[in-house]
DNA sequence: TTTTTTTAATGATAAAAGTCATAAAATCAT
DNA sequence: ATGATTTTATGACTTTTATCATTAAAAAAA
């Protein structure tokens, strides 16, 4: 975690208007700008610990990361991921509870800490703001409720060409048109919620199919009519 | 839906204190009340539907209600439950999005409709509210991660475990010990995630080894510490 | 209450998914 | 680059869970 670019206001930062700071008024994001620190994570660092009280939350300038918790016996559940413009810890923040999951950056992440007082202080004085709090967190409670549903009744072969199709969009294509995240096979099915060998089975069929073309961690869709008809996907 | 009992006003209201709007003033208060209608449930109706858009939410005053998504092939997912105290459909206006889940009525209900501009104007002038409103929908947010990790990772007999050990919490016991909720074996199995016969199977199990009590729809826990120990529950 | 309908229980079987073991390949650190 | 380490791939086997079929019991309706 080092320091860098601390100077840029956030009145021009290029990635505002697509957070929920793009509500704040002039003032308020001097506010933040004065309070707000920048930081760099590197591949792999834990943002945050779960379990831990965050003092504030960060804003993703740049890079992705993943949201994770303990289940049993130690195994990670990817319950979600983070990109450019979103708000990493506003979860813990905002219901005063510890931390439910880790975050962790999937490749070089730079970010700018927020202490939870300015965040609060915002709240009190604008409520648009609120709003797109609230806006972000019910949104994303519906998402929630749509993987509860996958994980209860699909089969991890649906499971599997449904997120492949959901990794497409969150993240978009390389020039070579390879999902644009680097995740392992084990990863992939700490998120699918299956066991790493079942995932690799699943994806050499995509692949024999002629669904997928795999070259080590890159993934290319080749047939997403043909996924999202494994997958159940409809919309 | 039969209406009941306007004329109880918001500030005498018994549940008031345990709902959002223990942050609301006396004035706003009555704006409320000038806006709220009350209305009965019969069990089995449903309240909000799926894919609409409603006008307001509601505040349970008294009774049960299930969230359910409709999943593959028309099968019913339970997502959560609400009681009374608790809003419904708030998750659909502060996202501005359509009802992501059904609600449907387990036992009368008797609730009070909350027109959508009331509550943004007063979002608008109280930030404790919106605060309030938040933490809900963030605490929320934390159980969706771990029901997601628990579906993912835990087998049907783990979850079932825990779901009953869930529900008491929830609904608290009758005068005879038993869940103060009445579910037929096919909702239990729609909340966990499995199939109707699986959960028959495993609840006469339980039963079996003297973990639960069983008649009919009556489910009264016996051993809970055994429990846990099976569902991996360990808070 | 009695009938009708729905729900619950249970066996047999099939399908899905997990586990363990081992080898090959890719990635990482130096 | 190159050696060490981690990840990926695949086979063999076990366990878990779903599905289908049938009967019994309980709820709901007349």
Redesign the pocket.
Known sequence: MECNDNNVRCHQCPVKDITSFNTLSKDQLDVIADSKTCVVFKKGQIIMHEGNKPNGVYCIQNGKCKTHKLGIEGKEQIIRFAKTGDMLGYRSILSDEPLSASITALEDTHACFVPRQELFDIIDLNSRFSLELMRIACHELGEAGRIITNLAQK???ERLAEMLLILEKTFGITDEGNLDVSL???EIANLV??????T??L??EFKEDKLII?K??KIKLVNKPKLAKIGNVFD
Chains 1, 2 share one sequence.
């Open positions: 089969t991890v072969r392992t096979r084990e919620g299956t066991a790493t060998e079942s690799i089975r994806l050499s795999l080590g961690r």
